[in-house]
């Protein structure tokens, strides 16, 4: 479990720190996968921010109660962004799907270990 869940914080960090900097500095591919820079867009660059921002932090803290809150959260609003796009072949999309998937795979391991009292 613990591992999984380092390598989903790990996961987390490697996605967001390079699509911050594209929005940020409003390049070329993440214009063509977010579109112009609006205010909406601010808003999605500062909840990715924060997630990133908590991945880094509970890379140090021990908490697992805290790792379930953040992917449990990411989860739902990647499995959500189908609908909410109204599109799956966008590559976001299809890259929070993928995300997803690894991201349920530590949220179960954390889900056993909690409820479950199995420890891996």
Known sequence: MKVMIKLSLILNIAVLLPVCFGIISRANWAQEGYGIFSPAQGILLSIYLAICIASIALLFVDDVKFVLSLLF????YKVTTPFTVGAIENPIVISNLL???FHSVTLALIFKAIYLGEKS
């Not at 959260?73 to 739902?76: G, K, L, R, T």
């Open 73 to 76: 959260i990411q989860v739902v």
């Open 99 to 101: 995300i997803t998937v």
